[in-house]
């Protein structure tokens, strides 16, 4: 078993190129005929391609959602800055991350 592991270990990080020098019955040898099926499978690969927009499109609205929450928590801390007569800090809070969780906690902005 610790050969036929070491092959397949070899095959998943590319060491091995030839699926000759897999061996017959060897794990690898059934994993390289089910990546070569899963290749030629169109369904499949719409479906992997689908499901790559799909995550990409995820992210972006994570983003979108992300910058929305952050303009409007830099909006309420110099509108917090402002009535505390502090507005001069909030230059420094917009560029220093940790001076920004720092007052938006004093001023319980979440």
Not at 38 to 58: A, C, K, P, S, T
Request: aromatic letters at 8%; proline letters at 1%; glycine letters at 8%.
């Amino acid at each position: 078993m610790g050969e036929q592991m070491a092959v397949f270990l070899r095959y998943v990080s590319g060491t091995i190129e030839k699926s000759e020098q897999l061996g017959n019955g060897t794990l690898a040898a059934e994993a390289d005929r089910a990546v070569r099926r899963l290749r030629r499978d169109e369904e499949w690969r719409m479906n992997l391609m689908f499901g790559y927009v799909h995550e990409q499109d995820i992210r972006d609205e994570g983003r979108e959602e992300g910058r929305t929450e952050l303009t409007s928590r830099l909006k309420k801390l110099r509108e917090a800055l402002d009535a505390a007569g502090r507005s001069s800090e909030f230059a420094d809070a917009a560029t220093d991350p940790e001076l920004f969780s720092k007052l938006c906690k004093e001023f319980g902005i979440s």
